[in-house]
């Protein structure tokens, strides 16, 4: 007789009693397989590696000493060689240097500057400025000593020693520089090393080649110019003797850029809208950030919310603001370890996004 057939045989009870053990063995096993399989196997809707990056915001950065001022737009921000973060903002403190930790380091430019800009370095470890107010673009020492200055402190022209409300520069490893004379001309000038003029292009106009607002020029990696024509929601590609590329649309209203060591292009701004809407100016509906090959591929998109500092933005309220809302994305920059460094204008503050790739399972809310 075999085992089935010995069961079968036994009374009635025996045969319940088996038939509770089986059933009490098999959930033991099914428990046992839960607690050891891991909870993406459970649930197929999580991906089996990382296939996303998220960025968490460090609450704690920058930590700015008390005899520094905090109030005014960050409108420049620029990474050296030694991952210090440099930003350039309006305010009793224009030129702050901060550790990726949030140390501070340094500052100098008081009572130097009216409409601070943007900030960018060049391969020797030059500061160059942009300054709307002063009309001006000027190149120091880290430690803020003058060394260069283009256009005419004060004057407003659009001549070749003129700029009228310059908005960002772009210098190359050979020491020339390309100005985006960006509110008042609405064009791109080219001068060398020695700040001699070389040419210029653009103007105000939508077809390829011209301009509605150049607002940040960078330089890629194999000498092209990336130019955010920022009111037109488009990013124009030229060369450096100002031949138009190619034309990006209707992918972000681009307010800041910047080239990483990998040559990507990140930009922030807002997604693409009309800048003039039923008579008003929305400059702001959301928070965007891109990352693009050069050859203009879409390779991330990620955003963060869009904060609240009330009605008047020109006299914000940002007592409210948490860490990783933002009003006014201006600028953007990377480090070696590819933290992204933000700066607002009317947020009034530069933040540091931190990239994340694995988180513990038990914080997915799917669990």
């Keep these: 007789m075999n085992e089935k057939e010995l069961v079968f045989a036994m009374p009635l009870t025996y045969r319940a009693h088996r038939r509770r053990e089986v059933a009490v ?47 005014g737009w960050v409108s420049g921000l620029a990474v050296d060689q030694t991952d210090q973060i440099w930003f350039f903002k309006k305010g009793a403190d224009p030129v702050q240097v901060y550790t ?15 409409n601070p800009h943007q900030l960018r370095i060049d391969r020797e470890g030059n500061i160059w400025v942009a300054d709307f107010g002063q ?12 060394l260069q200055t ?22 190359t490893p050979t020491g020339d520089i390309f100005v985006a004379d960006g509110y008042g001309n609405r064009r791109i000038v080219h001068f060398d090393r020695e700040g001699r003029y070389i040419k210029e ?39 450096q003797d100002g031949n138009v ?46 990352r693009f090959s050069t050859d203009g591929r879409l390779l991330q998109m990620w955003q963060i919310p869009l904060g609240d500092i009330g009605d008047d933005k020109d006299h914000p309220d940002v007592t409210g603001l948490k860490p990783g809302e933002a009003v006014g994305v201006h600028c953007i920059a990377t480090d070696s370890k590819g933290n992204l460094y933000v700066g607002e204008i009317y947020s009034e ?10 988180r513990p399972l038990e914080d997915e809310s799917d669990s």
């Design 25 to 71: 063995s098999s959930w033991i096993v099914l428990v046992c397989l839960l607690h050891t399989t891991p909870l993406a196997a459970q649930n197929p809707g999580f991906a089996k590696e990382p296939t996303i990056t998220e960025y968490d915001v460090d609450p704690n950065w920058p930590q700015i000493p008390e005899q520094i001022g905090t109030k």
């Design 150 to 171: 283009l256009g005419v402190r004060g004057e407003a022209g659009d001549d070749q020693n003129h700029f009228n409300m310059p908005t960002d520069m772009a210098i």
């Design 245 to 290: 590329l190619d034309v990006w649309s209707n992918l972000i209203m681009p307010w800041g850029l910047s080239i990483t060591p990998d040559n990507e292009l990140w930009v922030c701004g807002s997604s693409p809208h009309w800048w003039l809407r039923n008579g008003a100016y929305p400059e702001y509906k959301d928070q965007v950030f891109m």
């Design 349 to 358: 503050r530069a933040q540091k996004f931190v990239p994340i790739t694995v």
């Design 100 to 114: 990726p930790e949030g140390q501070f380091v340094r500052s100098w430019g008081r009572d130097m500057f009216v």
């Design 135 to 146: 009309h001006t673009v000027r190149k120091f020492t880290p430690e803020g000593e003058l």
């Design 201 to 239: 292009w653009g103007g105000y106009g939508s077809q390829p080649g011209k301009f509605v607002l150049p607002h940040a020029i960078v330089l890629g990696q194999q000498g092209k110019l990336f130019v955010a024509d920022r009111n037109s929601g488009r990013i124009q590609v030229f060369d």
